[in-house]
T-cell receptor, first 117, second 112 residues
């Protein structure tokens, strides 16, 4: 079974600074998907960014970008110019290749991000 | 556009009681999922469905049951509630594999 590990239970950052959240995963597949989800205190799960493993280019969404290292099975999230609204729990999730496992996501344990003004 | 709607948002159950968590989506998604999130942990898959009439077990199905009679609805049934089922439950749906999963706002369930 796939596993996803987020080794940082908590992180903190000053407003306007940059922070990187770590995620590693274990798979024998070559074509899969990776996601970062944000869960603010409201509990709503919000998609932050999506990466397709066959694409070498790192995904970017405004202030959010990833460093996808396929050989190392690493998928870190970089948040630039941090804002108070970025404070949340962040989850890394693995999605198996299409045609297998019906799109079931495997989640990491989460990282709580605190943003200091 | 309502997306994924879960009801209720909060519920307290006594040990041995039963209840159904409702989940409805209005996006015509085929794939639907139920996850539970225990404190300080990631989400774990309980059951999933790939279309009306088709369901299967996930990682932690014991003590739960599901049905999928329509594309829109995917209720989760808890029989004989136990304290170990105290958790936050999320329903999610997606159009196809590899696409974004949309989540409901969750149901916080406490079994006492």
């Amino acid at each position: 079974a796939q596993t996803v590990t987020q080794s940082q239970p908590e992180m903190s950052v000053q407003e306007a600074e940059t922070v990187t959240l770590s995620c590693t995963y274990d798979t024998s597949e070559s074509d899969y998907y990776l996601f970062w989800y944000k869960q603010p205190p409201s509990r709503q799960m919000i998609l932050v960014i999506r990466q397709e493993a066959y694409k070498q280019q790192n995904a970017t969404e405004n202030r959010f970008s990833v460093n996808f290292q396929k050989a190392a099975k690493s998928f870190s999230l970089k948040i630039s110019d941090s804002q108070l609204g970025d404070a949340a729990m962040y989850f890394c999730a693995y999605h198996p290749p299409r045609g297998t496992s019906y799109g079931k996501l495997t989640f990491g344990q989460g990282t709580i991000l605190t943003v200091h003004p | 556009n309502a997306g994924v709607t879960q009801t209720p948002k909060f519920r307290i159950l006594k040990i041995g009681q039963s209840m159904t968590l409702q989940c409805a989506q209005d996006m015509n998604h085929n794939y639907m999922y139920w996850y539970r999130q225990d404190p300080g942990m990631g989400l774990k898959l309980i059951y999933y469905s790939v279309g009306a009439g088709i369901t299967d077990k996930g990682e932690v199905p014991n003590g739960y049951n599901v049905s999928r009679s329509t594309t829109e609805d995917f209720p989760l049934r808890l029989e004989l509630a136990a304290p170990s089922q105290t958790s936050v439950y999320f329903c999610a749906s997606r159009m196809g594999q590899g696409t974004e999963a949309f989540f409901g706002q969750g149901t916080r369930l406490t079994v006492v």
